[in-house]
């Protein structure tokens, strides 16, 4: 699990999308924890999504990687686009990676690091694939 966290991570600063292509599980879902289907049902949708927000120039720093059980909490702090008129301040977003066969098989955002640790140590099952 640590070196699969310590790839996340590079991957994530990096926004290199062939290194998160070659994390993710075909069939990886991606999505906010209270949807009942997962607005990504599969990888490509799951690097599309990340395609287009770096397209418009977003970035995100990884303040913090922590292993819970099989699952990977992941802290961002979201940067602002070149472009982007408005500051949005410190825009702090958690992710929860489930991983299944060494991959990462599920993404879900959280807004605060308490909901995604929570989440994290839950043992919630997965969206039904």
Do not use: H
Not at 52 to 58: D, L, P, S, Y
Not at 94 to 119: C, H, M, P
């Amino acid at each position: 699990m640590e070196v699969l966290a310590e790839r996340v991570r590079t991957a994530m600063e990096s926004a290199d999308l062939v290194a998160m292509e070659a994390l993710l599980a075909p069939d990886a879902r991606w999505g906010a924890p209270e949807q009942r289907v997962p607005t990504c049902r599969n990888a490509k949708q799951i690097l599309s999504w990340y395609e287009m927000a770096r397209e418009t120039g977003v970035r995100a720093d990884v303040t913090e990687v922590t292993i819970v059980g099989e699952r990977i909490v992941v802290g961002l702090k979201i940067l602002p686009s070149p472009t982007e008129q408005s500051n949005p301040g410190d825009a702090v977003r958690w992710q929860v990676l489930s991983t299944e066969d060494g991959l990462v098989a599920e993404i879900r955002g959280y807004e605060t690091r308490d909901e995604a640790t929570t989440f994290a140590t839950s043992g919630v099952s997965r969206w039904k694939k």
